[in-house]
């Protein structure tokens, strides 16, 4: 893979990139901008000042859904949802805040069935604008099922999270169902996000 530099000098895997803003600020770990330091137009952007939440950015995507947080599932710190299915199964998807950063993408890549997923694993990763931004599942075990319509019409992940836009489902590992991260429930992750954006 080649790589090319940008005016900071620091070679980037994205030609014409450079690091984002709030990355360069130490406040995300990577991030690159596409869009030549144009913070005005930046769904990211707007997302972490807290303006995508109340008003959108002249020029950037108005961001989708409600940023609800359903009760009927748990919610991982890195933005998935996770809903029991039966005694065995759960359901994984992106959470409100997850959907619209990552926003409409071009590729979503899901693991194969049967797959072993261990806790802390990359779950699914999208694509957008030869970006590529990968989320972990809090949860160890076998993936019994994948959304297809997902890989079908990636922007499901945006238009409709909760719902038509699910990624996973896991066959647990055990009973006691260890977890990477606490799971956090509707109230809590809504408060958290507050803080994060």
Known sequence: MTSASNK?????????????????????????????????????????????????????????????????????????????????????????????????????ELPAVGTWLRADAHAATFQNHGARTSVRTPLGGHVAAINESVRASPDLTARAPYDAGWLVELTLADSGHPTAEPLMSAQEIEKRTRLDV
């Not at 998935?80 to 997850?98: E, K, M, N, T, Y």
Request: aromatic share 6%.
């Open 8 to 108: 900071t000098g620091r070679a980037t895997l994205v030609p014409n990139a450079a690091p984002c803003v709030w990355m360069s600020a130490g406040l995300v770990a990577y991030k690159l901008c596409d869009r030549q330091l144009d913070c005005e137009h930046c769904a990211f952007d707007a997302a972490l000042r807290g303006t995508a939440l109340h008003e959108s950015v002249e020029g950037a995507p108005t961001p989708r859904g409600d940023w609800s947080f359903p009760d009927d599932r748990h919610y991982s710190l890195h933005h998935l949802w996770i809903q029991r299915v039966d005694a065995s199964h759960v359901r994984l998807g992106l959470d409100a805040l997850a959907s619209n950063l990552i926003g409409a993408s071009e590729v979503v």
